[in-house]
């Protein structure tokens, strides 16, 4: 398991070239757009929201990972939660693979893994960007695309900050640098 920190922002789309733009005068180490696709998953009863936790699986060149995010805390829009990952050969669901500890009562309740189906989708393309801030490791991500549900259809535009190794507060410290920028806005998701 690993303690996910995270600051995600809304990104007006005409300010994404001059986001970019900025991103490379940080000095951090770029990595060029790849193209991720998730799918979330929840059950009829929305049980996985009823007990704070969210489930995906996401591709991305040909390799899949089965996600759990379970309940965590956020405060001013900095996301802490625990999340779990599990490499899957195909993009196809297997709960009996996560933890026991993943689960409220230690163990898979009877009956979730046939129930859970998936609920929407995302599209995107993600560009990062890894740099330093008093000795933490923060990674940056730029994700554009869509999120689909159905016949139904949003843009995603949006940067991600991800706290690698180190302080909460140089998350938070890059994230004042770059409100300073017009086109963003903090998010809660």
Known sequence: MAQEIELKFIVNHDAVDALRNH??????????PSQLLNIY???PDNWLRRHDMG??????????????KIAGRV?????????????LSEPVLDLTQLPAEVWPDGKLPVGLASSVQPLFSTDF??????????????????????VKAG??????????????RGDTRAVLKLAKQLLSQTGFCVRAV
């Open 23 to 32: 991103l490379h005068t940080l000095g951090g180490e770029h990595h060029a």
């Open 75 to 87: 405060t001013g829009g900095l996301h802490q939660r625990p999340e779990y990952n599990v490499a």
């Open 125 to 146: 393309y993600r560009e990062k960007w890894c740099l330093d801030v008093d000795g933490s490791r923060i990674e940056i991500a730029l994700d554009l695309g869509d």
């Open 55 to 68: 489930l995906r699986i996401r591709g991305e060149n040909g390799r899949y990972e089965m996600t759990m």
């Open 151 to 164: 016949e139904f259809a949003e843009p995603i535009c949006e940067l991600e900050l991800e706290l690698l």
């Open 41 to 43: 998953f929840e059950t």
